[in-house]
Nanobody
Framework: QVQLVESGGGLVQPGGSLTLSCAAS????????MGWYRQAPGKQREVVAS???????TYADSSKGRFTISRDNAKNTVYLRMDSLKPEDTAVYYC?????????WGQGTQVTVSS
């Protein structure tokens, strides 16, 4: 079992920045891939970014150039730095982890981009 706890969401103005954190209950070196999805009201959950335990990263087209995913193995934490935020980035952001062919999810953290 892997428990994931997200933090760092909130209200930010367009053009602003936020950093989300996802703390895992286990050593993340053993987790093949971790990352972030998001779900806006009335829309399907979509991938935002992911990072493997080999530090290979993948970004959705909507995230490229604005978001940066990283991991701190010593803290068992994955981060999502979000810059140049837009109103369309408003969503609940979910951390995920793939370990031993099982996908684990956090509870989500709300990000609202509004003036």
């Amino acid at each position: 079992q892997v428990q994931l706890v997200e933090s760092g969401g909130g209200l930010v103005q367009p053009g602003g920045s936020l950093t989300l954190s996802c703390a895992a209950s286990t050593n993340i070196v053993s987790i093949y891939v971790m990352g972030w999805y998001r779900q806006a009201p009335g829309k399907q959950r979509e991938v935002v970014a992911s990072i493997t335990n080999g530090d290979s990263t993948t970004y959705a087209d909507s995230s490229k150039g604005r978001f940066t995913i990283s991991r701190d193995n010593a803290k068992n934490t994955v981060y999502l730095r979000m810059d140049s935020l837009k109103p369309e980035d408003t969503a609940v952001y979910y951390c995920h982890a793939l370990k031993s062919w099982t996908m684990y999810w956090g509870q989500g953290t709300q990000v609202t981009v509004s003036s």
